[in-house]
């Protein structure tokens, strides 16, 4: 099957952020729940995958819980559930070690099973061949820094500030030169919905599960 992935020359590393503890959801590995007979994670790879080069795991913990997935996990390199950027630090920080050429990381969250099929595309059409500019995706005119495309050049100053103690996306993205690729909604079980709909609570995951189910029999 031909990819986006194989028809691009400049690689983009894929990173799941799965870092998160899922506190509305009673803790644990959220990822790891079942939509429709496969994990949140199974889903997320579904989509991203073809869009990328490589694809990599942001978990911490025991990376053990992840091996049947077949990807690295790479944990985030300081202590405390220190947020995105921090998952953001730790997928460049995999890139210098792992494929030095790959000038981005593309990142999305590993309880969003809608999220769109030419996510990565979309931020690169955004950034317009500027370099280093970040692309962050938006939908419903709301931003969704989770869902970003991130210049590996970039990785000594998020170095700098995530040891400093930035923590809020906005925060840094501020800092330099930043667009947005705004998504429409998604046709899903007879109605839309937004690409980037999350499982945060047990009913979302109920109402996910029945999007599938009506699309399924649609």
């Known amino acids: 099957m031909n990819t986006a992935s194989e028809n691009r020359s400049d690689p983009v590393i894929g990173l799941l952020l799965a870092g998160g503890q899922a506190r509305r959801?009673?803790?644990?590995?959220?990822?790891l729940l079942q939509l429709a007979g496969k994990t949140l994670?199974?889903?997320?790879?579904?989509?991203?995958?073809?869009?990328?080069?490589?694809?990599?795991l942001n978990a911490?913990?025991?990376?053990a819980r992840f091996a049947a997935f077949g990807r690295p996990v790479v944990a985030d390199?300081?202590?405390?559930?220190?947020?995105?950027?921090?998952?953001?630090?730790?997928?460049?920080?995999?890139?210098?070690?792992?494929?030095?050429q790959a000038r981005w990381v593309v990142t999305a969250a590993t309880d969003t099973p809608f999220f769109p099929q030419d996510l990565v595309?979309?931020?690169?059409?955004?950034?317009?061949?500027?370099?280093?500019?970040?692309?962050?995706?938006?939908?419903g005119g709301r931003q969704h820094p989770v869902f970003g495309l991130?210049?590996?050049?970039?990785a000594d100053d998020l170095h700098d500030a995530?040891?400093?103690?930035?923590?809020?996306?906005?925060?840094?993205?501020?800092?330099?030169?930043?667009?947005?690729?705004?998504?429409?909604?998604?046709?899903?079980?007879?109605?839309?919905?937004?690409?980037?709909?999350?499982?945060?609570?047990?009913d979302d995951l109920a109402r996910a599960e029945a999007?599938?189910?009506?699309?399924?029999s649609s």
Not at 25 to 31: E, Q, S, T
Not at 60 to 63: A, S
Not at 162 to 191: I, N, P, Y
């Open 77 to 100: 390199p300081v202590e405390g559930f220190a947020g995105p950027l921090a998952g953001v630090l730790a997928g460049f920080l995999w890139a210098r070690e792992n494929m030095p």
């Open 121 to 139: 595309s979309r931020l690169m059409e955004a950034t317009e061949g500027r370099y280093p500019a970040i692309a962050l995706a938006a939908s």
């Open 41 to 56: 994670l199974e889903h997320v790879i579904e989509r991203l995958e073809p869009q990328t080069n490589a694809l990599v």
């Open 162 to 202: 995530v040891m400093a103690g930035t923590r809020k996306v906005l925060d840094w993205t501020d800092r330099h030169t930043s667009v947005t690729a705004e998504f429409s909604d998604v046709r899903l079980g007879g109605g839309a919905i937004d690409p980037f709909f999350n499982a945060n609570r047990p």
């Open 150 to 154: 991130w210049p590996t050049a970039l």
């Open 60 to 63: 911490n913990g025991d990376p």
């Open 25 to 31: 959801m009673g803790g644990g590995d959220k990822c």
């Open 211 to 216: 999007l599938l189910s009506e699309d399924v």
